[in-house]
């Protein structure tokens, strides 16, 4: 699985990419990462790649000559690349979403926004526009690197244990059920006697009620769902 990314911060990427689940991807060779400056394709003398909006307002808009650039170099590079634009403005990511971005061979293309806009001719050029959420960041850089993160824990072999795809991968999205480890007692608080008895099937019925209640509780949204 290749991801190219278009950014005016790949520093930014630096430290995400080298650490953890990323880094450690990247390391076994099961993805590779591309970071494409967007400042490398600007325009003019002062690398230009934005300017003030037509019609008056504040802020600036992205240019689209730049962007078009970047992404002809990333698909020249990797022709086939799913390209994806990330803007507050796109289909809110969710885990089935996830899902169908891992499908795509050979990869993701990911724009990361800035500034107070992006020239709406550059969504000619994407397959689809991408949120992660209704809460405004200043780009699209961490976006960039949840989608990294959420599609690489899906490639076969890095995950360290794959048991714990296999649970969420069968049912619609529920909470998870309550955990505990070592002590048996922490500040008062006990570890259900169920989760000691070594009854399996009575612990796997345990589990099922609390994340069930859980889900009512705190997430009345998810319950009945299947995978949208
Ligand atoms: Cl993809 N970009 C920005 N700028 N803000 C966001 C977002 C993306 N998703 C949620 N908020």
Known sequence: ME??????????FDSPLSCGLIGRAIKAGLISVVLHSLRNYGLGRYRQVDDTPYGGGHGMVMRPEPIAAAFDAALERRPGLWRIILTPQGEVLNQAKVERLAQHKPGLLLLAGRYEGIDERVRTMADQELSIGDYVLAGGELAALVIIEAVTRLVPGAVGNPESLKE???????????????PRE???QRVPDVLLGGDHQKIRAWRDEQARKRTAQRRPDLVGKDKA
């Open 168 to 182: 969420e991968s069968l049912s619609g999205p529920t909470l998870e059920y309550p955990q505990y480890t070592k």
């Open 186 to 188: 922490f500040r008062g």
């Open 3 to 12: 991801f190219h990314v278009v950014t005016l911060f790949p520093d930014l």
